[in-house]
């Protein structure tokens, strides 16, 4: 490596002045210490510089079209963190990288959504113009996965990726759970903390999660998903009452989880709550940190009773970790000379696994009910599973005060009086989503179901 003396600044552009935006002006601007100052800023866009932090000291770097910053001949690499309210402007972006990369640059980005959903195009337009497109910052911030599954774990024989990936539903769990909240206190606290996306329906529907998951799976195993092509459950069905329960069946807690996992030839790709088991090293991840759960053919030998090998836990959002992260990848491309195309790190190649059908996935079910109190409910529920070959392994009714009951009365709006209604919970070992589906098909009609009953998987178990 030459020495700091001799070495030119690497000249960089930027798409974006929000949160991640200012964070990295934050780090170019403020007192720069190492690598930071082998990088110049040349030219920032944002549709409005007035009030943007950096401006009124700035104000030359500040451009209002992209395409300045873009084709600026001093910008070597283009940093796009731009964020979306409707996916229809990603295409927009899209086309900010894609130009980019046609007149020669190198694109380091935070934006996962754009990949997920053009990252064919744009790798295959990388591949012509021999540049390199850099995304470490796209999944868990600043956790440093997409270096350590593409360069620590090249040989590795990937037999499963999973984790937590979305910090904002992190965040809203861990307060339902621990501090007591209502989901709608909890998000809210979220945007607060300026934790959630810029639309942050994204985060809680699970979408963000999944982007963030098809780049994973993409790099982990090489299958090429689009965006709403995987079984993605959002968190917001999840009541404070499912946390009682779940303290009870069997010591668990409720964690949102995206995952890729190997079955053979296939693999299992979901976004959803799961009931996670209390002793699980995921359950104590809490707030908007991330972890990522990493397990290996060759290294799993000494795995144990665990479900991983490897586990990267970090700040999963937030400007700093995420700015540290993108200026860590365009650092890599200053050091690494020409940035020559390196193409996309796969550990499998393209084509060699399938993704398997959603509702062909297996594995044990929680399912919460709240019900009109009378007899012979629970006898019904339990002849429509037996019916479809599905074995209920336990059946779960906890003590509720009349608070409790009035609680779920107020949030599902139901007529009925707090002393009518009756939540319990069943727990379903060795069935399929299909068989999940039309059980509850079969039985959403029934006069006595007073709410869509909630139902994700039991993690860990078969
Ligand atoms: N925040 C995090 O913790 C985090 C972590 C990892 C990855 N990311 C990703 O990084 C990206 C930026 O996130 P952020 O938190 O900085 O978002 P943000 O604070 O909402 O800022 C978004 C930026 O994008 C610009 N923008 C929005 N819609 C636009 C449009 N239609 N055309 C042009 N510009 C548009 C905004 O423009 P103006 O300045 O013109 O208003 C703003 O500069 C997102 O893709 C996000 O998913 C964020």
């Known amino acids: 490596m030459a020495s700091s003396k001799t070495r030119q600044k690497v000249g960089v552009g930027l798409l974006g002045s929000g949160v991640v935006g200012e964070a990295i002006q934050d780090i170019l601007f403020h007192e720069p210490r190492g690598a930071a100052t082998e990088i110049e800023l040349h030219k920032i866009y944002t549709r409005n510089p007035t009030g943007k932090k950096w401006h009124a000291r700035r104000a030359a770097l500040f451009a209002t079209k992209a395409e300045e910053v873009i084709d600026?001949?001093?910008?070597?690499?283009?940093?796009?963190?731009?964020?979306?309210?409707?996916?229809?402007?990603?295409?927009?972006?899209?086309?900010y990288i894609l130009r980019a990369l046609e007149k020669g640059k190198s694109v380091v980005t935070s934006d996962k959504a754009v990949l997920a959903r053009y990252g064919k195009e744009i790798w295959a337009a990388a591949e012509k113009s021999g540049r390199q497109v850099r995304f470490e910052a796209c999944v868990g911030g600043g956790i440093p996965i997409i270096r350590s599954l593409s360069e620590s774990f090249a040989v590795e024989e990937p037999e499963a990726v999973f984790g937590i990936v979305n910090g904002t539903c992190n965040y809203i769990l861990s307060q339902m759970e621990k501090g007591g909240k209502t989901y709608g206190e909890a998000l809210k606290e979220a945007q607060q903390r300026g934790y959630a996306e810029t639309n942050p329906a994204a985060d809680?529907?699970?979408?963000?999660?999944?982007?963030?998951?098809l780049l994973l799976s993409r790099v982990a195993f090489g299958l090429e998903i689009q965006p709403g092509a995987?079984?993605?459950?959002?968190?917001e069905q999840i009541h404070a009452v499912d946390f009682r329960y779940a303290a009870r069946t069997g010591a668990s807690t409720i964690k949102?989880?995206?995952?890729?996992?190997?079955?053979?030839?296939?693999?299992?790709?979901?976004?959803s709550p799961v009931l996670l088991a209390r002793d699980n090293l995921l359950a104590d991840i809490d707030g908007a940190t991330n972890a990522i759960c990493f397990a290996g053919g060759r290294s799993g030998g000494a795995r144990g009773g665990r479900d991983c090998d490897y586990v990267l836990v970090g700040p999963g959002a937030g400007g700093g970790p995420t700015a540290v992260a993108v200026l860590g990848d365009v650092y890599e491309l200053a050091r690494g000379g020409p940035n020559g195309f390196r193409g996309f790190p796969n550990l499998v190649a393209p084509g060699t696994l399938s993704v398997q059908p959603e509702d062909e996935i297996k594995g044990s079910f929680y399912i919460r009910f709240i019900v009109k109190d009378r007899a012979g409910i629970v006898g019904d529920i339990g002849q429509t599973f037996g019916r479809l070959h599905v074995n209920i392994s336990e059946i779960w009714q906890l003590k509720h005060s009349e608070e409790e009951r009035r609680s779920l009365t107020q949030s599902y709006s139901l007529k009925e009086k707090p002393s009518e209604i009756l939540p319990f919970v069943i727990t379903l070992e060795n069935a399929t989503v299909r068989q999940m589906r039309e059980a509850l098909d079969s039985i959403r009609d029934r006069d006595y179901i007073l709410v869509e009953p909630v139902w994700f998987p039991i993690w860990g178990t078969k």
Request: charged fraction near 30%.
């Open 72 to 95: 600026d001949p001093r910008v070597e690499i283009v940093i796009e963190s731009l964020g979306h309210q409707e996916p229809t402007e990603l295409a927009a972006f899209r086309d």
């Open 230 to 235: 995987i079984w993605r459950k959002g968190i």
């Open 204 to 213: 809680v529907d699970g979408s963000d999660a999944e982007a963030k998951l």
């Open 256 to 271: 949102q989880l995206a995952v890729a996992k190997r079955n053979g030839a296939s693999v299992e790709v979901f976004v």
